[in-house]
């Protein structure tokens, strides 16, 4: 049987965690399908069948499916469904969305955020904010997976040249509607797949000091990411949050400034290359994972810093 | 308005679990056990709802071992009306949580049920979503902020790169994230009147779910440990290192 890969898109450009799922989808067989469920998405289909290891594209425009929400592209999933013996979903906010709805229709069990893919029916995730691995074995038939898109290497976005077909939409479930979107414009690469990444914590005081982060990650391309606690108090924005429950990151290089590291926050970048924290505090548990630590003052630090890079 | 509000018993988000020695699970033996963080924001925006006038009863439901009455006295002392539980000694995954809430849906026929988005041990996301497809109710996964209006509810969700804005048909299912609220404390007034408040118990068997385990847990290990980092004097030190020692920038 095939492994179908659920595209994640805005309509108009593939997500890069799409390529991560792929790559999971690689490991465990050859004949990967990717649907692209959206409207006027033709350009994200095109895309997908570039990307390498892709057999076919089997891309669903309708109107129900313009904003992807979940009823409707859990109903798109279902319809293609039964020919395919895995389903990846990536674990970002919309994976998760539509995954669950999907596995509980099928009667399967869902497993979520893997890591590693041992064979076919067994596969590895991280539990307990990341402080212990299981490894799991699925009963069912079919497979649900969303694949933690930082434990797997992109797949390569072009070298491919899948066929796409076209599936019929599914109909508007009616019971839900898009209202808006708010989404941060921002110059800086996205944070769960940017290779440098720099973070603020309380220490930062508020969130005025938040943008003494910018000209750092000016200088070094960076994005920028927040703790829980930053976040809280209300001094970066939710879609910032670096952690079990927010963000899962890991760049080539993490700097943390004024970040604590509570175990919450250290599941979601402990995994990065390198690692730098920034503290007053010498025991702050951030410096356990940290391969360099500077205990200091953040707010002398960062013009430092800025200005000897 | 009834509202439905499922809370798990889990290991204290303070506690940092190990793992057996055996590697056939962690240890969870003699630790503090709490409800789920992202439950008790649940709680809380029941008990809110009741508050404002858009709900007319809270009812709380666990499934799990004896002790969840314990859990389920919790949210009773923040303000649910009465509590559920499903108890079962057996191991629960999220699918067969979301059959047994949807036997007790059926039997309560609340028009909404709030849960949180996922639960700390387990990290699967995945009990929300599962039982509204069960349903075959509207979902809002990951609420920052909920509004009654009528017959809808209006939920902004956290999603990647900012917020998202659905409108639902009632009866639906939401899962809280952080923001939607902050959960507040009990108080010992509270804690006394809740021991008086109706727990009702159902087994499995009761409501007619199959609970069997789909995924079979094979090993549990530590993660991989990091190798132990240096502490740098300065600034000036810690750029060499990055472009020599590090090469990462």
């Avoid at chain 1, 593939?14 to 991560?20: D, W």
């Avoid at chain 2, 849960?115 to 497809?133: E, H, R, V």
Wanted: contains cysteine.
């Amino acid at each position: 049987m095939s492994i179908l890969v659920i595209a994640e898109h805005d309509n108009q450009q593939l997500n890069g965690a799409t390529l991560h799922a792929v790559a999971a989808a690689a490991q465990i067989g050859e004949d990967i399908h990717v649907l692209v469920a959206g409207q006027g998405a033709q350009t994200v289909a095109q895309a997908a069948g570039q990307i390498a290891g892709v057999s076919k594209v089997l891309h669903a425009d309708g109107e129900s499916l313009a904003d992807a929400l979940a009823e409707n592209m859990a109903a798109q999933v279902l319809s293609v469904a039964q020919n395919y013996s895995h389903l990846v979903f990536a674990a970002t906010t919309a994976g998760k969305n539509v995954a669950p709805r999907v596995a509980a229709k099928l009667d399967v069990a869902q497993i979520s955020d893997i890591i590693s893919v041992e064979s076919a029916d067994t596969f590895k995730r991280p539990i307990y904010a990341g402080n212990a691995v299981a490894t799991v074995q699925s009963a069912d038939v079919q497979k649900v997976l969303t694949v933690r898109t930082t434990a797997f290497d992109a797949q390569a976005a072009e070298g491919g040249s899948a066929a796409i077909e076209s599936v019929s939409p599914v109909a508007d479930a009616g019971s839900s509607r898009f209202i808006s979107r708010e989404l941060a414009q921002s110059d800086r690469p996205e944070l769960s797949s940017a290779s440098v990444v720099i973070t603020g914590g309380r220490g930062l005081g508020n969130a005025e000091n938040f943008k003494l982060l910018d000209a750092l990650a000016d200088k070094l391309g960076a994005a920028i990411g927040a703790s829980r606690a930053a976040v809280d108090a209300g001094y970066a924005p939710n879609d910032w949050q670096v952690g079990q429950t927010g963000k899962i990151v890991a760049p080539q290089l993490y700097m943390a400034f004024g970040v604590s590291g509570a175990i919450q926050h250290l599941a979601g970048m402990k995994d990065s290359k390198v690692i730098v924290a920034v503290n007053k505090d010498p025991e702050a548990p951030i410096f356990s994972v940290a391969d360099y630590g500077l205990v200091a003052d953040l707010f002398e630090v960062l013009p430092e810093l800025t200005k000897a890079l | 308005m009834k509202v439905l509000v499922p809370v798990k018993r889990v290991v204290d988000f303070n506690v940092k679990v190990r793992v057996k020695s055996d590697q056939s699970d962690v240890d969870i033996a003699n630790v503090k056990m709490s409800m789920n963080p992202f439950d008790e924001i649940a709680v809380e925006e029941g008990v809110r709802l009741k508050e404002k006038g858009a709900a007319t009863e809270v009812v709380a439901v666990s499934c799990g071992v004896t002790a969840c009455q314990e859990t389920l006295r919790t949210a009773m002392a923040m303000g649910a009306d009465r509590a559920v539980l499903v108890e079962t000694d057996a191991e629960l995954q999220p699918l067969a949580v979301a059959k047994l809430l949807k036997a007790v849906v059926e039997k309560e026929q609340p028009q909404l049920v709030i849960l949180g988005k996922q639960a700390i041990d387990d990290d699967a996301n995945q009990t929300g979503q599962m039982l509204a497809a069960l349903l075959d109710w509207p979902q809002a996964t990951f609420a920052s902020q909920i509004e009654v209006n009528g017959d809808q509810i209006q939920v902004t969700r956290e999603v990647d790169g900012g917020l998202e804005t659905v409108s639902l048909n009632l009866p639906a299912v939401v899962t809280t994230d952080l923001r939607l609220n902050e959960p507040r404390f009990v108080t010992l007034p509270n804690i006394m009147k809740a021991k008086k408040k109706t727990l009702d118990v159902l087994t499995p068997d009761e409501v007619g779910v199959d609970v069997a385990p789909r995924l079979k847990t094979l090993k549990v290990e530590e993660p991989p440990v990091r190798a132990a980092g240096v502490i740098v004097p300065d600034v000036a030190t810690l750029v060499e290192k990055l472009k020599n020692e590090a090469k990462v920038i």
